[in-house]
């Protein structure tokens, strides 16, 4: 069992480039989430996903993209990268019995920087 | 959305001895769950504890709640050097349409020094 796919693991964008995040998962989760994790500021919720083709924006949604096209895979789209985008992203997973219970799964990450 | 607020930032302890860190937060939650986070490491599902439950352990983690203090804590007995990570507090809070939001605190570094 996979779990949470990421790639790439590393990404080293320059300014203005745009590129795909992908996350893939095996566990036929309804949930899933992108966060952005840096120094100091904890995890930060970009966009999520309560199912094949539903999405909703995060806490830091500015300057991404997202799509839930099947129920495996939510790719990340950066539009047109910028230094603040310098970050680890995690993807993550769940499912919900209905009562709030989402236990979620990671992703090992990519590290993207922008130049 | 809420933030939990972790105590302290950063923790250094013997191998042995007992961790304790803490998560305080300011608006109600359906549940608050740990994860751990070991260096350069995706985030790993530790425990989750309801609203209406006061404690909760698995194995030498134990869990507790105060909802009328918003505060929860994350015990770690007999500390390995293995527990070394950083442990972060999750915040599930209802966000409409019948689906919920987790929220993570920015975490509590441990250090177990063997």
């Known amino acids: 069992n996979a779990g949470v796919t990421q790639t790439p693991k590393f990404q080293v964008l320059k300014t203005g480039q745009s590129m795909t995040l992908q996350c893939a998962q095996d566990?036929?989760?309804?949930?899933m989430s992108w966060y952005r994790q840096d120094p100091g500021m904890g995890l930060r919720l970009i966009h999520y996903?309560?199912?094949?083709?539903?999405?909703d924006q995060g806490e830091v949604p500015n300057g991404y993209n997202v799509s839930r096209s099947t129920t495996e895979d939510f790719p990340l789209r950066l539009l047109s990268a910028a230094p603040s985008q310098t970050s680890v992203y995690f993807c993550a997973s769940s499912y919900s019995n209905g009562g709030g219970e989402n236990i979620q799964y990671f992703g090992a990450g990519t590290r993207l920087s922008v130049l | 959305s809420q933030q939990g607020e972790e105590d302290p930032q950063a923790l250094s302890i013997q191998e042995g001895e007992n961790a304790t860190m803490n998560c305080s937060y300011k608006t109600s939650i359906n549940n608050l769950q740990w994860y751990r986070q070991n260096s350069g490491r995706g985030l790993v599902h530790l425990i989750l504890?309801?609203?209406?439950?006061r404690e909760k352990h698995s194995g030498r983690l134990r869990v507790t709640l105060d909802t009328s203090k918003k505060s929860s804590s994350l015990l770690i007995t007999a500390s390995r050097a293995a527990d070394t990570a950083s442990y972060f507090c999750a915040l599930a809070s209802y966000s409409g349409a019948g689906s919920y939001q987790l929220t993570f605190g920015k975490g509590t570094k441990l250090s177990v020094i063997p």
């Open positions: 504890i309801r609203s209406n439950e």
């Open positions: 566990m036929n989760h309804e949930y």
């Open positions: 996903s309560v199912g094949a083709g539903i999405t």
